[in-house]
């Protein structure tokens, strides 16, 4: 006995369009036996780390800033999966843009200018879009497989802020800490409302999002992108280049991903530390994949997401379980995306030995 | 009907009547085969003959709709590769199923009993190699071995199963000339030790030289059974192409314009180890010309195609001239911009991506050429959904494209529509020069003729227009001229009046007459 994936005839609308909430629902589910197994009550447990958040100005801040990064990432990377570039090394890029966007800050601590910070933002997109050009090139011109340059270049990239922020760019009145001094208060990504901390980083990530759909939607570029993700001999034929796409695709996630790094270093953090992210680029992956791909539903996966981090450091506290709470929902939530969405194209077969599939070839 | 009343009991394998249906389209119809034992036994055939499908019937790859398969005079049911083995039938694919990571020794021990340790596999496959004359090293990785090499572990891996029957499905294609001695030297030992061998081939030369009976497939049917050594070429192949007269129809106008279409001396090295290196291709294509270029599948076809329509540009910039300018350097959209149009072969992921609208598929190979209609906003590069949608429906209806709604995606319209669309979508330019590869390849005959009625008004109209294709029926309707690609050397043209399918026949195997020319292309 075997089990096969065969394909759908066609794929159902209705399904398409349920399967995300489908997900979310298995993954609820399964989260409540997980509790359970925990010894804790699965219906509070779930109260508190799905719903008590949204009932709080403050933890709404909360959501909104840990948001700004995944949307801005994940929007990045939606463009770049749906061209068949798989740039997995978004926290790599992350990390790279918050260094690259922090130099100005860190080493001239005593410049106060308007231009600061619009030109930190910029150096942050050029650091993450110069990281992502390493696994680019690598991909363009030596034909080597880009998700595992990428996720690679994520550890060398932490490690080089936690030699930088333990050795250079230690601050000299951190106690010796390993931290660089706080940024001056124009290097500071402002609020964007007065009610609480969420900043204009989340701004960004929402006029990102709508700008990438609009070129998706609209724009021969965006068709490009659709073209040569589809079928790369397809593009050649239409005129397009699959080597410049790898190179647009994957500086433009690097861009958005250094933005996201220096926004979050700038707006939430307000200086350097060994671990700025709790593994953003990592989720962000998740949240492009729950937002199909599709930018305007990264702003909702990305709300949820982050919602995912504020739930679980909430049920950390109330229920003391693990942090591991959090990565246990997220890859939850990933597997049952995935899932619902292979048997939208595909059922399942089960294969009892003696009977072929003679005709399959055809 | 004497290979019919032949004894049942002597033949090895023997087919009665066997059919293959795919829906109403019968590729093989009421074959009738028998194989001896220790006899090399050719099936040839053009492309699209039922060569292939017939094999995949008796390696139980495809089930036969209807007819017999007889094993030393039992019907048997063949319905897996693993029961064919079980049989005593091995076969050698064209194209490979190897691992490359892994070693020869690995890659055969996938293909046999798991129990087997991989030691034991390594020692007999050494033995056997050597016994074959088949010199393999167990121990290397696939990765590493040419592509002669690597089908000699095929056969290996098929030998090692103790096959009786042996089929090789186009074998030499892949080889070099001196790779293809040696294997004619193993096949001559299986044979002395009294194996059958099945050899699929359209290489007239080769199964003239190993082979010791031959069944010809047209068009799904055995169109001759015989003994190749006693034929002659010319007569094997009328048995391969038929040997109907065709209603040759001088397509174009008699008043031929200036030259829109040139090649000189195309040389393109082969990009990958399926590929065919171009050599010296010269051609033109003048204005009121229709030039066929026809070949048997794999001859360098797809790989002229790429050359000519920029996909693939290449280095010298006068081996392609568009209306007189050099453009061999430039890419496909500077061809389109200089008025050429482009149909490739592949219908699905080449000229369309399927799972996107047949609008889309419209901006696909005119977003650059027709610019000002189809685009909006400068550089930002608007795409006008409402103009792109008004050309696909004017030219959905001068191709009379038969689909379900107004902008299906272009997967789900047959063949023959999705062809006709692209097809129409260069027409709809009115390109002065279209180059085509094999325009209806695989499209019902309504379809067929619609799309070659088009390409004939093209050229009447004063296009210079080059159909690629296999079908020589097609050839004969379209053609003005007509011009046989084989090994990646283009025959001269020749007027298609005075053109048989005879000598077509000939070009296509392989025979220009010119004996240098042949050495020439075997002292590589």
Known sequence: ?362 | MTANEMSRSDALLSVRKLTKLFGSFAACDGIDLEIRPGEIHALLGENGAGKSTLVKMLFGVLAPTSGQILWKGEPVRIASPGAARRTGIGMVFQHFSLFEALTVAENIALSLDPRISLAKIAEEAAVLSRNYGLPLDPKAHVADLSVGERQRIEIVRTLLQNPELIILDEPTSVLTPQEADRLFETLAKLKAEGRSVLYISHRLEEVQRICDRATVLRHGKVTGACDPRAETPASLARMMVGSEVANVTAAGTNAKGGVLLEARNLNVAARTPFATALKNICLTVRSGEVLAIAGVAGNGQSELFDALSGEYPVADADAVRISGKNVGTLGITARRLMGAGFVPEERHGHAAVPGLPLSDNLVLARSKSDRKVFLAGGILGIIRYVAVRLATKRISAAMDVRKSGDDPPAGSLSGGNLQKFIVGRELDRQPNVLIVNQPTWGVDAGAASRIRQALVDLAKSGSAVLVISQDLDEIFEVATEIAVINEGQLSPAYPAQGMTREKIGLLMGGFHGKAEEREAAHAH
């Open chain 1, 1 to 362: 006995m075997r089990i096969e994936l065969e394909k759908r005839a066609g794929a159902s609308t209705l399904y398409s369009i349920l399967s995300p909430f489908i997900a979310l629902g298995l993954t609820v589910i399964a989260g409540g036996i997980m509790f359970a197994m925990l010894g804790k009550d699965p219906v509070s447990a779930l109260y508190s780390f799905f719903v008590e958040p949204l009932l709080d100005i403050w933890s709404l801040h909360e959501i909104a800033i840990k948001a700004a990064p995944l949307i801005l990432i994940g929007v990045g990377l939606a463009v770049c999966y749906r061209s068949n570039n798989w740039n997995i090394g978004a926290e790599g890029q992350f990390i790279a843009g918050a260094i690259m966007g922090s130099i100005l800050p860190v080493t001239f601590y005593d410049w106060h200018s308007p231009l600061l910070l619009p030109l930190m933002m910029i150096m942050g997109m050029i650091g993450g879009a110069l990281y992502a050009a390493v696994p680019a090139f690598l991909k363009a011109h030596m034909n080597t497989n880009e998700i595992l340059t990428s996720l690679m270049l994520v550890y060398i990239a932490q490690l080089f802020l936690d030699w930088l922020v333990r050795g250079p760019w230690r601050s000299p009145d951190g106690l010796n800490f390993p931290i660089t001094r706080d940024f001056v208060p124009e290097a500071v990504l402002p609020e964007l409302i007065s009610s609480g901390r969420a900043n204009l980083g989340f701004a960004f990530a929402i006029i990102a999002a709508v700008l990438l759909w609009l070129m998706m939607r609209y724009t021969l570029k965006g068709f490009e992108i659709t073209v040569l993700g589809q079928s790369e001999r397809a593009g050649r034929f239409a005129g397009f280049s699959s080597r410049r796409m790898i190179w647009f695709s994957m500086l433009l996630s690097g861009a958005l991903a250094g933005l996201a790094g220096i926004a979050e270093v700038s707006g939430a953090i307000n200086k350097l530390q060994p671990i700025i992210s709790p593994g953003y680029g990592f989720t962000a992956i998740i949240v492009a994949f729950l937002g199909r791909l599709n930018p305007l539903g990264v702003i909702v996966a990305g709300l949820l997401l982050a919602l995912t981090y504020v739930g679980g450091e909430a049920v950390q506290l109330t229920l003391s379980v693990s942090d591991k709470v959090t990565r246990v929902f997220q890859g939850l939530l990933l597997f049952f995306v995935l899932s619902c969405d292979t048997l939208i194209l595909y059922k399942i077969r089960i294969v009892f030995a003696g009977r072929t599939a003679e005709d399959g070839a055809n």
